[in-house]
């Protein structure tokens, strides 16, 4: 006769459930609940499925503390989240994709703010120094990013959106910012805008050169004319590259092409474009970078190539899971292709 305890008994009902007693419940070994807790594949599937529902059904939550102390493991994954918003809802959506990547794992996502102007290997330095993650994701890369070099050296398991020039290999999730600029130089062409304007991130970020190399390969290719802003760039808030704009609309050379890499600088061009007596379609056109459906409902016709962020944020959880088992590699490295649709210029004319 099994000796197997049904999981509401009231043996344990005054008590905080613990390891010994899922065990009890079970029949199974105190080291052998632990070890099916924790995923290992050495115990068979069926008894890892069974330990996690009676730990469902009793509500156990593991001691962290505890955790810590035997395994010298925090369970944390640290995101460092700039707070910048040239992509509406680029935080939300990063966040969700990485989150959903460490769904039914132990381990839990611990969001670290990455301030505007601030040293941004402090918070990386912060994190390991102090033993507060097992592992790190960041974005806005730079060529020579001194927050790989930091945690390369060390083994500290990390993974980037974004990539570097280093001589450090590393994991990575990235956008393909190229294809899309010369994507964005070439359908505006095909609207018949010939002086072309970019707005590109500040230039010590990786992103900025992949963007740019783009753009003048099309201007190249097609012999259009480029104009890159002085004094605005992604960066650069709302009020400021609508000011931009409504000057510059007014001038006898203005563009008549704009690639935005978000959707707020577009906003803000089109603001200001109007603001100067300027209309879209008419005046100007532009190719937005988007990662959600906000301009499609403000015109189904705006031109946008889109970026999924969460799936980016997906991308990057499950590749700092392998680069935590791998700390010195081999390394995932993921570029994502632009979704190009755009609408036929023959309706967007009429």
Known sequence: ??????????????????????????????????????GDEKIAQATRLRVSKVAEEIGYV?????????????????????????????????????????????YHLNVTPQFLGGDPIEPVEYIVRNKLADGIIFSRTRPFDERVRFLRERSFPFTTHGRTEFGYQHSYVDYDNEKFAYESVLRLMQKGRRRICVILPPNHFTFHQHLNYGYMRAIRQEGLQCYIP???????????????????????????????PGETSFLAIANGYRQAGKERGRDFDAVVKSSSQTLHQIDSQIDNISEDIRQAGALLGANLLKTMLHPDGPFEQTIQDPDITFPALKSYQD
Do not use: Y
């Not at 305890?5 to 007693?21: A, E, G, L």
């Not at 760039?233 to 008549?256: G, K, V």
């Open 62 to 106: 593991p001691d962290r503390a505890a955790q810590r102390l035997r395994t010298g493991k925090t369970k944390v994954i640290s995101l460092i989240l700039d707070p910048h918003n040239e992509i509406l809802g680029f935080g939300n959506s990063l966040i969700t994709g990485v989150a959903h990547a460490l769904a039914g794992t132990d």
């Open 1 to 38: 006769m099994s000796t197997q305890k049904p999981p509401n008994s009231s043996t344990h009902s005054t008590s905080k459930p613990t390891q010994k007693t899922i065990a009890e419940i079970t029949g199974l070994a105190v080291t052998t609940v632990s070890r099916a807790l924790q």
């Open 230 to 260: 002085e004094g605005i760039n992604l960066d650069s808030d709302m009020p400021e590259i609508f000011e931009w704009a409504q000057t510059i609309a007014r001038t006898s050379d203005a563009p008549d092409g704009f690639i935005c």
